[in-house]
């Protein structure tokens, strides 16, 4: 395999290879060996009954310790921190939409996101969090044990301390399983990034109110419920180094089925359609050849898009739109704030076309351009849109393969669950997650798409900025097949 960019590689010991006997051990473990499934929902239905938050939309006029300057028109919060919205201009020669300009959030700062791992009788578990976020459509999810912004966990609210941060401020005595920065929502964000971090202890770690020791293998049958596990924790989780042969011999990849297909394809022995050094160049080919010209600029020169006094919307109503809340929580660092936030117009659909190529489960990835992206162009889903703003535009800025999905029989999807984006800046936004498998064909050659293997995917994310977060989710959905029946 070429040598890839370590500027931001995951850093694991030299005891790296047993990592992943020891996913594998997790994996398979469903039952938990601190908690099982009937004890996991006892918990976390108390919790939802203990975890106190309203939510109340509001004017943006109404927000309180954020301002809009006068000039730009930009929102900002009074300390200079956490975010602010501000406008951004796309420009796209040759595209099926050859520009425009919108609403963005402006997060410069990096946060991080870090699970807690421990081995209980060698089986390993991650300390999860019951989190309340004022964006989430149901309140409670399972979070990641540290889920922070900078602005956050260094206190900028006054509020209370972070739990557990001090694992991932500190690693010196802990193992490093996972530390990589990784993007946001290139639609929404510009430009942001996050730590996503794992780390394992050997200590005793006090069991806080609000947090559970769970298995992978118990994760990922939470992976089934619709809006449980939160956007944070899939991200996480997809930054595993969930690949290898020790991986694979463990999860007994025999027979002939999807489960035993995507197995093999979590290993490097296998092979793929694609060898690693042509996927590289073939992503930074479409990053040279993609003409994509971006600029921030002040939120009142957005075009198409005005101010009703509640909400900043697209004159078509389509999209998206900027809007505020009160909140006031319990359990938080904070107990009441107002915020803005960004609320999707529709339900998405973010899919993954799979396909069986010579025994090796293989993705259909598009390197799409997106307007928040640090480098033009990231992997994401085959399918990543909300399909109802599309349903006036012509034939040809209809997204690829959407049909597909959409038209997909029951018995070809192999993953199906309405799961949440990051609720901390977006509200009820939720997408229907789909895994569908198809015959891989001559319709499926397009010069922005192409079909790789699970272990290529999980061998990039072990550096920034090459898979995007709806495809980070997918690829955690997809990982949560593996332990199932073949």
Same mark, same amino acid.
Request: with cysteine; proline share 6%; charged share 20%.
């Given at each position: ?5 370590? +500027?931001?590689?995951? !850093?694991?010991?030299?005891? /790296?290879?047993?990592?992943?006997? $020891?996913? #594998?051990? @997790?994996?398979?473990? =469903? ?13 976390? +239905?108390?919790?939802? !009954?203990?975890?106190?938050? /309203?939510?109340?939309?509001?004017? $943006?006029? #109404?927000? @309180?310790?954020?301002? =809009? ?418």
């Amino acid at each position: 395999m070429p040598d890839l960019p370590t +500027t931001a590689a995951t !850093l694991v010991r030299a005891d /790296e290879r047993r990592i992943p006997e $020891l996913l #594998a051990g @997790s994996v398979l473990d =469903r039952a938990g060996g601190h908690i099982g499934p009937g004890d996991f929902w006892s918990w976390f +239905t108390g919790m939802g !009954l203990r975890s106190f938050v /309203e939510v109340e939309p509001i004017p $943006l006029t #109404a927000l @309180s310790g954020w301002a =809009r300057d006068f000039d730009s028109g930009n929102i900002r919060h009074h300390s200079g921190k956490f975010f602010s919205i501000e406008g951004v201009d796309v420009r796209v020669p040759g595209g099926p939409v050859g520009g425009w300009s919108q609403p963005i959030i402006n997060q410069p700062e990096i946060g991080i996101l870090g699970i807690v791992v421990k081995q209980f009788g060698g089986v390993l578990h991650c300390l999860m969090q019951a989190k309340v976020e004022p964006g989430n459509a149901n309140g409670l999810q399972l979070s990641p044990t540290v889920q922070a912004t900078r602005s956050n966990y260094t206190q900028v609210h006054k509020g209370l301390a972070v739990p557990y941060l001090e694992y991932f401020r500190d690693t010196s005595r802990h193992r490093v399983i996972t530390d990589v920065r990784q993007s946001e929502q290139g639609s929404w964000f510009y430009q942001k990034r996050n730590r996503n971090m794992v780390v394992e202890v050997t200590e005793d770690v006090e069991v806080l109110d609000g947090f559970v020791w769970l298995t992978l293998g118990q994760l990922h049958a939470l992976l089934a419920v619709d809006d449980l596990i939160n956007m944070d924790a899939r991200t996480v989780l997809s930054c595993l180094p969930f690949s290898g042969v020790g991986l694979v011999d463990a999860l007994v990849a025999d027979g002939t089925g999807f489960q035993a297909a995507l197995v093999r394809s979590c290993g490097p022995e296998a092979g793929g359609l694609l060898a690693t050094g042509e996927v590289l160049n073939w992503i930074t080919d479409v990053r040279s050849r993609a003409e994509v010209h971006t600029r921030m600029i002040p939120l009142r020169d957005v075009r198409h898009w005005h101010n009703t006094g509640n909400v900043l919307a697209h004159d078509s109503g389509r999209f998206f739109e900027v809007m505020a809340v009160r909140v006031r929580a319990e359990g938080r660092e904070v107990q009441e704030w107002t915020q803005p936030m960004i609320r999707p117009i529709g339900e998405g659909v973010v899919a993954f076309l799979v396909s069986r190529i010579g025994g090796v489960l293989h993705v259909l990835v598009h390197a799409l351009v997106q307007p928040g992206c640090l480098d033009v162009a990231e992997l994401a889903p085959t399918v990543q849109c909300a399909p109802e703003n599309y349903e006036e535009l012509p034939a040809e800025a209809r997204p690829r393969f959407l049909d597909d999905v959409l038209a997909a029989p029951p018995e070809r999807i192999r993953y199906d669950v309405t799961l949440s984006e990051e609720g901390g800046r977006f509200y009820h936004a939720r997408n229907r997650y789909v895994i569908a498998e198809v015959e891989a064909g001559p319709a499926h050659e397009h010069p922005d798409f192409r079909w790789m293997t699970v272990h290529q995917l999980v061998e990039l994310l072990r550096h920034s900025h090459y898979v995007n977060v709806e495809a980070r989710s997918l690829v955690a959905c997809l990982q949560s097949l593996s332990g199932g029946e073949s």
